[in-house]
Every structure is written in structure tokens, then in C-alpha cells.
């Protein structure tokens, strides 16, 4: 009931039919204990009355732009800053679009401009509407920037239509506003992360390597932004995007990812090492291709350093997660590698050929720390990488690691 305690949220409202569902809405907010600032468009007052979302709210709703007194008590750029969130429920296509070109043409889409809290969007319109190209490009356009859309849902329309396109129900859009809240666990932490394989060169054209894809470590990266964490990602060769809101370093060799590693490791709170980084490399590397003239050809590999081990044993390590890929007894393994690193957690995947790990889309962990553990079973990359972050979190909060900037 008390979810939302403290955290103020500024509840735009755009014009559509749906815009009757925003009453339930804020009352809904209202008694999760959230503070709820209404702003309307002009089109909004049309479908549901101010006087009512303000008896809801408890709050005078915000309308216009050049409204003198509203600018005494409160300017926009204020009003702006003082939300944790936006919400705009419903979003109509004419307001995507003028998000998604940046106008400023009325008081809610220059708060949007204005604002820096995360702005969610609850699309309602025709299921024509939604589906025309145009809405389905700012729809993209806006997300890459960061926004969320939450829906729309499927189904029965206003209009007597069927499809996508109506907006969630206000109870699922509370239960949206309070998962938000609580992904936001790792706001202010810095993360350095490392992803991907090394390559180790023999000569110009070959290498020592893996089969690491990256998508693991990528997936986590995406995962730890969404926990509002600061995101450094150390990235070995993979052809992968850099997800949104994550600072990518690409890296060849063990060496390469050591010497970056050390560079970034201080002002981060969590380490979480998921390359497959080579354990050797050639001791020499030929300066041009080695011929095959001869039958056999001896390499000589000389050890790599150990960053995981390296960065737990610093002097002020910080919260530090190992990954340990094994061809069989996982949990054996896997354990020692923990005490043997001494690292706070280390998350055990089996890998080869049947069992998967590499490469593939989906993945399953074993999660082991001091007196505890944790399966997440097999699941999407993308799914395994929020439930470890979440195991990482609860372990990081409860060993209370002061941030480095404290
Ligand atoms: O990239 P994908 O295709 O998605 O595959 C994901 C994955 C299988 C690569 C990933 O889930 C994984 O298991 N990563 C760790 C791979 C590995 O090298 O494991 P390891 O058991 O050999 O190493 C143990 C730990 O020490 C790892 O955290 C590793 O990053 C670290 N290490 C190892 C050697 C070294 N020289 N320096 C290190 O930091």
C-alpha cells in the first residue's frame, strides 16, 4: 500500500477516450502514498474535467503554458525537475509524435523536454492509429531515446475495433510505476563490467580464442542500466550494439581488458567479470603470417593475469562478481573458484557443446556466495540478467558497500 511513498509523480494527460481512466489512476498512485502533479493538454479537458483529476490529486492541475500565476508558485522548469517520474496515461499519436520531434508546443511536452526523470508513455489510439508506420517509427524513435512505453494492451476498442492499441488498465500501470521505483535500486553505483572473449594473436591473421558471443555480458549491461546503475562496459570482439545509456570500451586482448579493467576499477562499486578472458596467450607474436611449411608447429603460451582475482584483491575491492563456465561438476568448480579468487559472488554456467552457455540465447546460472546460493533456471539472456542483477543488488545492499563517492 505504501510503495510509493515519498516519490512524486507528475501524471500527464493527453486527449483520447481513455483519458477517464486516468481518475482511477491517480487514485490508485494516491493510495500507494505517491504525490501526483496532473498535467492536462488542452484535448485532455475535453474527454475528463480538471476539477475532478484535482479533488483525485489533491494538487491544482497544471493546463497552461502562459499561465502567470501557475509560473509564481511553480515554473515549468521546476515542475519539471520535481518529478521522479512522468506518466503520461493516455499518450495520444499526436503526442508521440511531438515527443518523438522534440516540440515544445504546450506545457507537457516542455516539461517532457525539460525533465530529467525517466518518462513513461501509455499509448491509446485506434489500433489503425497505432499500427500506421508513422506512430510505429516515433514508437521506436522513442524508445531508443530511453523512454518506456508500457503497452498498449490488445483488444476491444472504444471505437468498436479490435486490436493493439488500447491503454493498460490502471491497475497494471501502478503495478508498472511501482516495478520502476524498485529497478532503481542501483541508482548512483557505478558498474564496471567486462563482456565477451579476448583474442590472443599467433601472428596478423590468427588468434587464440572462444566462443563467447558477448550476449551474456551485454544483456547484463542492459540490465544494470535499467537498475539505474552507471554502466562501464569493457567489451572484448563481438557484434553486438551497445545498449542504451552504457559507456563501451572495446578491447582485443587479455592484456588490453587488464589495462582498462585498471584504468576504471576505482571509481566503480561493482565488478562484475563475465568475458571469457583467455587464460594464455602466444609468449611471441610472429610479425607475419607463419607459413605452413613445416609438419608441426610448437606454440609457446604464457599465462595470462588473472583480472578477476586481481581486482578482489586490491586494496579497496569493490563488490566483485565472477562468472565460472564449466564443462562439468559446476558447483565443485565453481565454489573454488569463488574462495580461490575470493570474490563476494561467483555465478556458475555450464558450457559446451550439449549444455549450451556460449553463444546460444538462453542461459541458466547457479548463483554462490558465503553461506548462500541461488539457482535462476533457464531462461532468455536478457530475463537470467535482470533476476542476477536483482541477486547481485540484494547480496551488494546487504553488505552495505558505501558508494566511492561517500
Ligand atoms: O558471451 P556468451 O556467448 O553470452 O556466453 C556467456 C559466457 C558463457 C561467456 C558467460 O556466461 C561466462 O561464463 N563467462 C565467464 C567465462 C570464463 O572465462 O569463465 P572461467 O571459469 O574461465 O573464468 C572464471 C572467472 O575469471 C570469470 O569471471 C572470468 O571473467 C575471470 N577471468 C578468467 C581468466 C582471466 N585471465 N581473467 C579473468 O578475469
Known amino acids: 500500500m505504501f510503495e510509493l511513498k515519498e516519490k512524486r509523480i507528475l501524471l500527464g494527460i493527453t486527449g483520447g477516450i481513455a483519458a477517464y481512466k486516468a481518475a482511477e489512476l491517480v487514485r490508485l498512485l494516491r493510495r500507494s502514498n505517491a504525490e501526483v502533479q496532473v498535467v492536462m493538454t488542452q484535448a485532455a479537458t475535453e474527454f475528463i ?96 531515446r530511453g523512454i518506456k512505453l508500457w503497452g498498449p494492451g490488445d483488444g476491444e476498442q472504444a471505437c468498436g475495433e479490435t486490436g493493439p492499441g488500447r491503454m493498460l488498465e490502471p491497475a497494471e500501470l501502478l503495478a508498472q510505476t511501482i516495478k520502476q521505483f524498485n529497478s532503481q535500486l542501483l541508482a548512483g553505483q557505478c558498474v564496471l563490467l567486462t563482456a565477451g572473449p579476448t583474442q590472443e594473436p599467433i601472428d596478423p591473421v590468427r588468434f587464440i580464442g572462444n566462443r563467447s558471443s558477448g550476449k551474456m555480458g551485454f544483456a547484463l549491461a542492459q540490465a544494470f542500466v535499467e537498475a539505474g546503475a552507471q554502466v562501464y562496459l569493457i567489451s572484448g570482439p563481438v557484434a553486438l550494439a551497445t545498449p542504451t545509456g552504457v559507456t563501451r570500451i572495446d578491447v582485443g586482448t587479455a592484456i588490453e581488458m587488464q589495462q582498462r ?119 532468455r539472456k536478457e530475463k537470467l540478467a535482470q533476476s542476477l542483477v536483482a541477486t547481485i543488488t540484494e547480496r551488494y545492499h546487504a553488505e552495505k558497500h558505501p558508494t566511492k563517492d561517500s
Not at 474535467?49 to 497544471?62: A, D, F, K
Not at 585498471?262 to 566503480?268: K, L, S, V
Open 49 to 144: 474535467t480538471p476539477l475532478t483529476l484535482q479533488t483525485l490529486s489533491g494538487r491544482r492541475v497544471r493546463q497552461a503554458f502562459f499561465d502567470p500565476n501557475d509560473e509564481a508558485s511553480i515554473g515549468h522548469i521546476d515542475l519539471a525537475r520535481w518529478a521522479d517520474l512522468i506518466l503520461i496515461a493516455p499518450t495520444s499519436a499526436d503526442f508521440m509524435a511531438r515527443l518523438a520531434h522534440g516540440l515544445a508546443n504546450d506545457l507537457l511536452s516542455t516539461l517532457c523536454l525539460a525533465a530529467t526523470a525517466p518518462i513513461a508513455l501509455a499509448p491509446a489510439m485506434n489500433q489503425q492509429m497505432w499500427l500506421n508506420p508513422a506512430t510505429q517509427a516515433n514508437a521506436k524513435l522513442l524508445q531508443a
Open 261 to 379: 579493467v585498471t584504468e576504471h576499477i576505482n571509481r566503480c562499486d561493482i565488478f562484475v567479470a563475465c568475458a571469457a578472458v583467455a587464460d594464455y596467450r602466444p609468449k611471441a607474436t610472429a610479425a607475419q603470417k607463419i607459413k605452413k611449411s613445416r609438419e608441426q608447429l610448437d606454440l609457446i603460451l604464457t599465462r595470462n593475469p588473472d583480472i578477476l582475482a586481481e581486482v578482489a584483491a586490491s586494496t579497496v575491492p569493490p563488490f566483485t562478481v565472477g562468472f565460472a563456465a564449466e564443462t562439468e561438476q559446476l558447483i565443485k568448480h565453481a565454489e573454488e573458484k569463488r574462495r580461490l579468487k575470493r570474490v563476494d559472488m561467483i555465478a556458475a554456467n555450464l558450457v559446451g557443446a550439449e549444455q549450451g552457455g556460449f553463444e546460444r540465447d538462453e542461459n541458466a546460472l547457479t548463483v554462490l556466495w558465503e553461506g548462500g546460493s541461488k539457482n535462476l533456471p533457464m531462461a
